[in-house]
C-alpha cells in the first residue's frame, strides 16, 4: 500500500532554517506531484507547497513564498520542504501528500491529493 512519511521536524527558534523530508513507497512516484500542507491547532489545513512530477514546476503558499523552497530527488523517492527565516506562525504539523491528477490551477486543495502521511510537528519559538 502507499505510505507517506514525514520526518524532520522539531523545535526551531526564529530565523532558524529547518529541512522536513517525506519518503514515499508504494507507488510510482515520479508519476505523482508532491505537496505539502500544514495544519496548526484549531485551524483548517493550508496549502504550503506543491512540485510537478519532474520538479520543473513549483507553487508556494503566499504565506512562505520566499522562505520555504520545495524540491524532490525521483532516485531516492523523496520530497523535502527547505524551511529558511522561521517564524512562531509556521509553528504546525506539515503533512505531505501525493496527487496522481494535474490541476488546472494551484493544486492547493486538500481534495486534490490522493495519498496523505501522518504529519511531522514543527514548533518554532520567538
Known amino acids: 500500500q502507499v505510505q507517506l512519511v514525514e520526518s524532520g521536524g522539531g523545535l526551531v527558534q526564529a530565523g532558524d532554517s529547518l529541512r522536513v523530508s517525506c519518503a514515499a513507497s508504494g507507488l510510482v512516484f515520479s508519476s505523482y506531484g508532491m505537496g505539502w500542507f500544514r495544519q496548526a491547532p484549531g485551524k483548517d489545513r493550508e496549502f504550503v507547497a506543491d512540485i510537478s512530477w519532474s520538479g520543473g514546476r513549483t507553487y508556494y503558499g503566499d504565506s512562505v513564498k520566499g522562505r520555504f523552497t520545495i524540491s524532490r530527488d525521483n532516485a531516492k523517492n523523496t520530497v523535502y520542504l527547505q524551511m529558511n527565516s522561521a517564524k512562531p506562525e509556521d509553528t504546525a504539523v506539515y503533512y505531505c501528500?501525493?496527487?496522481?491528477?494535474?490541476?488546472?490551477?494551484?493544486?492547493?486543495?486538500?481534495?486534490?491529493?490522493?495519498?496523505w502521511g501522518q504529519g511531522t510537528q514543527v514548533t518554532v519559538s520567538s
Open positions: 501528500a501525493a496527487r496522481s491528477r494535474r490541476t488546472l490551477g494551484v493544486p492547493s486543495r486538500v481534495q486534490d491529493y490522493d495519498y
